[in-house]
């Protein structure tokens, strides 16, 4: 049975028996990247108390199961998988997952950058953070836009 690539999931993920159920049975990975996102309590300057995700079930998937064959036509990787959290998180809590396995380190070190940057700017999510002044939605950053430019890709965001 093979796993999942993308997962969205409100509960925690565990990062090494993630990582370990991706290497699983494939004697050809010599390397794992991994990236694990979390909440930070500050943004922008300003405190952030929590943070709320929300996502468009079905178009979400679809879009990150997208950015994952895009990875996978670029660079010589074996696997990947995706977790990323949604609902209310507290600061510190893990958000999101990228891992991604390959031959050699430098297609995974890519690879997980590049989704990552497509993560940041195409997936359908919103992000709202509570701060001592109240409640506000995040919007794309002109920082993340650039760092997709990187790869070829124009954000819709800019």
Excluded at 13 to 39: H, N, Y
Excluded at 60 to 68: Q, S
Excluded at 121 to 126: N, R
Excluded at 132 to 157: C, K, Q, T, Y
Aim: proline letters at 3%.
């Amino acid at each position: 049975m093979s796993m999942a690539r993308v997962s969205i999931q409100t509960e925690d993920f565990d990062v090494a028996a993630e990582i370990a159920a991706l290497r699983a049975g494939d004697g050809g990975v010599g390397a794992v990247c991994s990236f694990i996102g979390t909440v930070r309590d500050r943004s922008d300057g300003s405190a952030v108390t929590a943070m709320e995700l929300e996502h468009y079930p079905g178009m979400t998937e679809k879009a990150i199961e997208h950015m994952i064959d895009e990875a996978l036509r670029r660079f010589d990787i074996r696997g990947v998988r995706v977790i990323h959290r949604v609902g209310p998180l507290k600061v510190e809590d893990q958000i999101v997952l990228v891992a991604v396995t390959s031959a050699h380190r430098g297609e995974s070190f890519q690879a997980c950058e590049f989704l990552m940057d497509y993560l940041k700017t195409q997936a359908p999510f919103w992000k709202k953070e509570s701060t001592p002044e109240g409640e506000r939605w995040v919007d794309a950053r002109v920082a993340d836009d650039a760092a997709l430019r990187r790869w070829g890709i124009d954000s819709a965001n800019s």
